[in-house]
């Protein structure tokens, strides 16, 4: 999924679809953006409630992972893990603070569910955050058709965690 890039004022980055390009983990922006990711959900959550990925655990085989660039510019990541040949985990979904707002989690979203439907894959679930800051991932993923499902997996019931699940 590529597109033409249309760059204007870099203040406002309302652009046209960024490149989506398989890998990127060896990328300095892309393990900056993998690094605020870290940081970011570590302040936000209680350290025993944090499930993401470091970049060694995102370069396993069980897991696809793509990077969003705006011409040199890393604006987003996202990975997929295979928990069974039919359903996947959403894992490091991130948009740089700097693309916020500009469509960009919306296009790696789109991206990998439109992926899991040509592979197979039949379920994707995610596991997200119930506090605040995590309030815009929920809604855009609820506009995308998530629906709230129960721990899947080898997550546990959790007060901090939001599961959600979308069958293709």
């Known amino acids: 999924m590529t597109a033409a890039l249309c760059y204007q004022n870099t203040a406002s980055l309302h652009?046209?679809?960024?490149?989506i390009r398989i890998g990127g983990l060896?990328?300095?922006?892309?393990?900056?953006?993998?690094?605020?990711?870290?940081?970011?959900?570590?302040?936000a959550s209680p350290?025993?409630?944090?499930?993401?990925?470091?970049?060694?655990?995102?370069?396993?085989?069980?897991?696809?992972?793509?990077?969003?660039w705006r011409g040199?510019?890393?604006v987003g990541c996202v990975a997929i893990?295979?928990?069974?040949?039919?359903?996947c985990e959403i894992k490091s979904m991130r948009t740089s603070n700097k693309a916020r707002g500009t469509g960009?989690?919306?296009q790696l979203l789109e991206h990998v569910v439109q992926y899991a439907k040509l592979n197979g894959v039949k379920r994707l679930s995610l596991e997200t955050g119930t506090m605040d800051?995590?309030?815009?991932?929920?809604?855009?993923?609820?506009?995308?058709?998530?629906?709230?499902c129960g721990?899947?997996?080898?997550?546990?019931?959790?007060?901090?965690?939001?599961?959600?699940?979308?069958?293709?």
């Open 15 to 19: 652009f046209l679809p960024s490149q």
């Open 26 to 43: 060896e990328e300095r922006q892309v393990i900056k953006l993998l690094k605020e990711h870290i940081i970011d959900m570590y302040a």
């Open 47 to 68: 350290e025993e409630c944090v499930h993401t990925l470091n970049i060694n655990a995102l370069q396993s085989e069980t897991i696809k992972f793509w990077s969003a």
């Open 72 to 74: 040199d510019e890393a």
């Open 81 to 87: 893990k295979y928990l069974s040949p039919y359903h």
């Open 104 to 106: 960009v989690g919306r």
């Open 133 to 148: 800051f995590f309030a815009p991932a929920r809604k855009l993923y609820s506009q995308n058709g998530f629906e709230p």
């Open 151 to 168: 721990p899947f997996g080898n997550y546990e019931v959790d007060p901090h965690s939001c599961f959600m699940t979308l069958i293709l």
